[in-house]
């Protein structure tokens, strides 16, 4: 009596079970993580935001203060610090955030035109101002939810920037500072937060 034995091929299971070779392919990809950058100036005042960094325009060259993820699936982080200024978001750029936090004063976030968005990923995506500190938003501010927290002040610099479709919610004693504009949000939630000044917040 002969037996005969059959090679095994792990190649031809898996072209017979392609799920199999699915699953496998995504057990071996390296799990996505959010990265937190620094924006830390000590001399320029103007900044652009673009995909992949923030850079600042010195003459004829651009000198990057630091890369960009520009990934909604693990959406980065941004802490802002040193000497404030102006950041604009790059035109015609959709920008994927969790978290920003301002740890100082004269910050200014912009967009270069209205196709320019910042946009908030995550339940509790949005903006931390420091305790004592202010910052203003001209720039367009997208996503389900919007938390502004940290306890300081944000204030509006034009009207209609945050989208009508955003649930807001504003902890730890933070305040929105209508400055005179007007905006509508999905919902409002106040959790300790305070909404000040002339204009309108519908929601």
Do not use: K
Not at 15 to 20: F, G, I
Not at 178 to 183: C, I, Q, R, T
Not at 187 to 203: D, E, Q, R, Y
Request: charged residues 10%.
């Amino acid at each position: 009596m002969t037996t005969h034995l059959r090679h095994f091929s792990l190649r031809a299971l898996l072209r017979q079970h392609r799920w199999l070779s699915a699953l496998l392919l995504l057990a071996a990809l390296p799990a996505t993580a959010q990265t937190t950058y620094r924006l830390s100036p000590n001399w320029l005042s103007s900044f652009v935001w673009t995909t992949e960094e923030i850079y600042g325009p010195i003459l004829f060259f651009n000198y990057t203060y630091t890369d960009w993820t520009n990934n909604p699936a693990s959406a980065s982080n941004l802490i802002l610090e040193g000497n404030g200024g102006t950041l604009t978001l790059a035109a015609g750029t959709a920008l994927y955030a969790h978290q920003l936090r301002f740890t100082v004063d004269d910050y200014t976030l912009a967009s270069a035109n209205n196709a320019a968005s910042l946009n908030f990923v995550g339940a509790v995506g949005g903006i931390t101002v420091d305790t004592g500190r202010s910052t203003t938003t001209r720039a367009y501010l997208n996503g389900a939810n919007l938390r502004l927290a940290g306890g300081g002040t944000l204030s509006l610099g034009a009207s209609n920037r945050i989208s009508d479709a955003t649930a807001l919610t504003i902890v730890d004693r933070s305040t929105l500072a209508l400055g005179g504009y007007n905006e509508t949000v999905a919902s409002l939630t106040l959790t300790s937060g305070t909404v000040s000044g002339a204009g309108t917040l519908a929601a």
